[in-house]
């Protein structure tokens, strides 16, 4: 249920992780309006993702930093970013044979309650990484790195990674993935096997403009409620499927613009989900040149802008993962940075925006959680 | 035979604070093996001069005395006994 207005919560204090090109920041509030801000940790290190894993009434952050100079790495905090661990030799690497180096660490996604300790990782190049003991120590999913589509996938313009990774909720031997370029892929059998599911969404770039696989799927999220219910955000197209990624359907129709990076969902109402538009692929700038997040509460039938206290000049650009909802199931906040280096939070879904930070660098991911 | 490597102080704390490691690499040392020998006992600093493959990382420059490695033949440059090797993160960025 979405609340209108100022929203009374239980005592509790959201912490708000801000992954940027030069470091993390951490920032907590006890009403998602005003906020302390901490950082940056891992100086002159890009963030391009981070977690928040309150699984098991303790929260553990994760993540996956890159130097320039030294590599990629995943590392982890069980005291809310005080101290970091990572393996000496490593978290995330490619077996001995192989022939290739993760280059950077894209995605990071703590699995379900059910599944303690899983941890999904999306790497550049792309490759989709499992932990079972809770982000610290990675393994290569061979079956998606072994398919013999991999070597025709082609790099979007940030390089090629597998950004998206969505476990099914109820059965664990289904999981999507998605990258850019490539699209979706989705595996029934725990990882062994993956086919393209791309069905019904359009790859204008392309001589045909409906291929098998090979879309630019900037990102999709998986309706919490309804969890076969998907929505996608596609460099020009904004679907929903209602098949688990089978098929896909335009809900576009609008919304100011089926271009843009991310797509998020209600942690706990079926079928609301939000965007932030961008004008389009020619013109990375969002509408009206004000940033706008757009919220749909009926699967993408119809769409509102929810973008009051959101800043009416503004001509940057929203990564994929810099928007995120936090867990709060009765009144879920919302949380969007910019490359501007501007971070923006909503207590009520959508409904308010106030200012967390401006001036950070700019910003790559965001993720949000009520600490335990 | 002994070869000192000196750290940057990005890497030092991965040394326990040392400026250089004293490292002892059996037979005729390259930079391979010295790298090698270095990663059984610091793996945390190999891994962030070499990627998993091996490769030298694009912004980590290896020097030999005052030569570039990458001007030596890279990884296969022999090695004297008593050579200083530095690693030095290469000047990039903005």
Same mark, same amino acid.
Request: glycine share 12%; hydrophobic share 40%.
């Given at each position: 249920?979405?609340v209108?207005?100022?929203v009374?919560?239980?005592?509790m204090?959201?912490?708000?992780?801000?992954?940027?090109?030069?470091?993390?920041?951490?920032?907590?509030?006890?009403?998602? %309006?005003?906020?302390?801000?901490?950082?940056?940790?891992?100086?002159?290190?890009?963030?391009?993702?981070?977690?928040?894993?309150? %699984?098991?009434?303790?929260?553990?952050?994760l993540?996956?930093?890159?130097?320039?100079?030294?590599?990629?790495?995943?590392?982890?905090?069980?005291?809310?970013?005080?101290?970091w661990?990572?393996?000496?030799?490593?978290?995330?690497?490619?077996?001995?044979?192989?022939?290739?180096?993760?280059?950077?660490?894209?995605q990071l996604?703590?699995?379900?309650?059910?599944?303690?300790?899983?941890?999904?990782?999306?790497s550049?190049?792309?490759?989709?990484?499992?932990?079972?003991d809770?982000?610290?120590?990675?393994?290569?999913? %061979?079956?998606?790195?072994?398919?013999?589509?991999?070597?025709?996938?082609?790099?979007?313009f940030g390089?090629?990674a597998?950004?998206?990774?969505?476990?099914?909720?109820v059965?664990?031997?289904?999981?999507?993935v998605?990258?850019?370029?490539g699209?979706?892929?989705?595996?029934?059998?725990?990882?062994?096997?993956?086919?393209?599911?791309?069905?019904?969404?359009?790859?204008?770039?392309?001589?045909?403009?409906w291929?098998?696989?090979?879309?630019?799927?900037?990102?999709?999220?998986?309706d919490?409620?309804?969890p076969?219910?998907?929505?996608?955000?596609?460099?020009h197209?904004?679907?929903?499927?209602?098949?688990?990624g089978?098929?896909?359907?335009?809900?576009?129709?609008?919304?100011?613009?089926?271009?843009?990076?991310?797509?998020?969902?209600?942690?706990?109402?079926?079928?609301?989900?939000?965007v932030?538009?961008?004008?389009?692929d020619?013109?990375?700038?969002?509408?009206?040149?004000?940033?706008?997040?757009w919220?749909?509460?009926?699967?993408?039938e119809?769409?509102?802008?929810?973008?009051?206290?959101?800043?009416?000049?503004?001509?940057?650009?929203?990564?994929?993962?810099?928007?995120?909802?936090?867990?709060?199931?009765?009144?879920p906040?919302?949380?969007?940075?910019?490359?501007?280096?501007?971070?923006?939070?909503?207590?009520d879904?959508?409904?308010?925006?106030?200012?967390?930070?401006?001036?950070?660098?700019?910003?790559l991911?965001v993720?949000?959680?009520?600490?335990? | 035979?002994?070869v000192?490597? %000196?750290?940057?102080?990005?890497?030092?704390?991965?040394?326990?604070?040392a400026?250089?490691?004293e490292?002892?690499?059996?037979?005729?040392?390259?930079i391979?093996?010295?790298?090698?020998?270095?990663g059984?006992?610091w793996?945390a600093?190999?891994?962030r001069?070499r990627?998993?493959?091996?490769?030298?990382?694009?912004?980590?420059?290896?020097?030999v005395?005052?030569?570039?490695v990458r001007?030596?033949?890279?990884?296969?440059?022999?090695?004297a006994?008593?050579?200083?090797?530095?690693?030095?993160?290469?000047?990039?960025?903005?």
């Amino acid at each position: 249920m979405l609340v209108s207005g100022w929203v009374h919560t239980a005592a509790m204090t959201v912490l708000l992780a801000i992954g940027t090109r030069k470091g993390l920041w951490l920032a907590r509030s006890d009403d998602r %309006r005003s906020w302390q801000l901490e950082g940056p940790q891992f100086p002159m290190q890009e963030v391009p993702s981070c977690a928040i894993d309150t %699984r098991g009434g303790r929260a553990r952050l994760l993540v996956g930093a890159k130097s320039w100079h030294w590599g990629p790495g995943v590392l982890h905090s069980d005291d809310l970013g005080v101290t970091w661990s990572e393996p000496e030799a490593g978290a995330v690497k490619f077996p001995e044979g192989e022939d290739a180096a993760v280059k950077a660490i894209w995605q990071l996604k703590p699995d379900t309650a059910d599944r303690p300790g899983v941890v999904w990782a999306g790497s550049e190049p792309s490759a989709l990484w499992r932990s079972t003991d809770g982000g610290e120590t990675f393994s290569l999913v %061979r079956g998606l790195w072994e398919h013999p589509h991999r070597l025709t996938w082609e790099p979007g313009f940030g390089g090629q990674a597998v950004h998206t990774v969505l476990p099914h909720p109820v059965d664990d031997a289904r999981v999507l993935v998605a990258m850019s370029t490539g699209g979706v892929y989705v595996t029934e059998d725990g990882g062994e096997s993956w086919n393209p599911s791309n069905t019904g969404i359009k790859a204008y770039f392309l001589p045909d403009p409906w291929p098998e696989y090979g879309q630019c799927v900037h990102k999709v999220a998986r309706d919490l409620v309804e969890p076969e219910r998907l929505f996608a955000q596609n460099h020009h197209g904004v679907y929903r499927s209602d098949d688990g990624g089978k098929s896909w359907t335009s809900i576009a129709d609008g919304l100011p613009s089926d271009f843009g990076f991310p797509v998020v969902v209600h942690p706990a109402a079926p079928n609301t989900a939000w965007v932030v538009p961008l004008v389009a692929d020619g013109h990375r700038f969002p509408p009206d040149n004000a940033l706008q997040v757009w919220r749909t509460a009926d699967g993408g039938e119809s769409w509102t802008s929810t973008s009051s206290g959101l800043p009416e000049s503004y001509f940057a650009a929203v990564m994929r993962d810099a928007f995120t909802p936090d867990d709060v199931a009765d009144a879920p906040g919302l949380y969007v940075g910019g490359r501007d280096g501007s971070v923006y939070a909503s207590p009520d879904g959508g409904d308010s925006w106030s200012e967390v930070v401006r001036h950070l660098p700019d910003v790559l991911c965001v993720r949000a959680a009520s600490l335990p | 035979m002994t070869v000192t490597v %000196r750290l940057p102080g990005a890497l030092r704390d991965l040394a326990d604070g040392a400026r250089a490691l004293e490292v002892e690499v059996a037979g005729q040392a390259t930079i391979r093996t010295l790298l090698d020998t270095l990663g059984t006992r610091w793996p945390a600093i190999e891994r962030r001069i070499r990627d998993e493959t091996g490769a030298l990382r694009q912004h980590v420059n290896v020097f030999v005395g005052e030569m570039n490695v990458r001007d030596l033949g890279g990884q296969d440059a022999d090695l004297a006994d008593g050579a200083e090797v530095h690693v030095i993160p290469a000047v990039s960025g903005g």
